[in-house]
């Protein structure tokens, strides 16, 4: 039964808020694109990119017309747009979107805003997955050290970007300078999150690998 899988309850309780919104507000309200996008992302949890995109592209064009392109949330929601196209493989129109969210952002928030970072840190993946591991390794680099002055080393977004970064040093050969990064990014998650949360295991199941593939 569909019950018996958490993922996809959170799907149907998603498009149960979604329908409900839609019917109280209408289609383009505020509330509903939101709802829109809740429901997008139950569904990349799924694995379900074309119809997460499908709702994602009706909230950057709703957002786009009653907020304007330039506001925060129509820039949040063209950034997971971008994400969802560059795991779809569209890598070049992926990147122009997420270079176009990290102006907004910095026009907004600040080179340091969380935002900001978090676009930062989101093209970073898309030009790796393109092949510039060097250039991604630097814009990762400048993000950690700026979450770090900022945000401080246990910030959940630092512990993304450093295991973004662990990934990126693997990639490029950098086998021990890798390991230890995902070393340290394990035992913060630990501390933060404790030792059975998903993410700490994650990580953990990452470092794993390292260790096996590497011979740590």
């Given amino acids: 039964m569909s019950g018996d899988d958490p993922r996809q309850s959170a799907v149907e309780r998603q498009e149960g808020l979604l329908a409900q919104a839609s019917q109280s507000f209408g289609d383009e309200h505020p509330h509903t ?34 907020l304007g392109p330039a506001h925060a949330e129509t820039l949040k929601a063209t950034g997971k747009l971008a994400v969802t196209m560059a795991a779809q493989g569209e890598l070049a129109e992926a990147r122009q979107l997420q270079e176009e969210v990290v102006a907004g952002m910095r026009a907004l928030d600040g080179e340091t ?27 990762l680099q400048s993000v950690i050290a700026a979450i770090i002055d900022e945000y401080g080393e246990q910030h959940p977004d630092c512990l993304a970007a450093m295991g973004n970064l662990a990934g990126i040093l693997w990639q490029e050969g950098d086998h021990a300078e890798a390991y230890e990064l995902q070393r340290q990014v394990v035992e913060l998650y630990r501390r933060v999150d404790g030792a059975g949360d998903r993410t700490t295991l994650a990580a953990a199941a990452v470092l ?3 260790e096996r593939d590497g011979g740590f």
């Fill in 33 to 66: 694109l939101t709802a829109m996008l809740d429901l997008a992302e139950a569904l990349w949890t799924q694995g379900r990119l074309i119809a997460a995109r499908r709702l994602e592209e009706q909230v950057v064009s709703g957002r786009r017309r009653l």
């Fill in 113 to 139: 805003g969380r935002d900001t970072l978090r676009a930062i840190n989101n093209l970073a993946g898309t030009i790796a997955a393109q092949g510039d591991l060097g250039a991604a390794r630097e814009l």
């Fill in 208 to 210: 794993e690998t390292m």
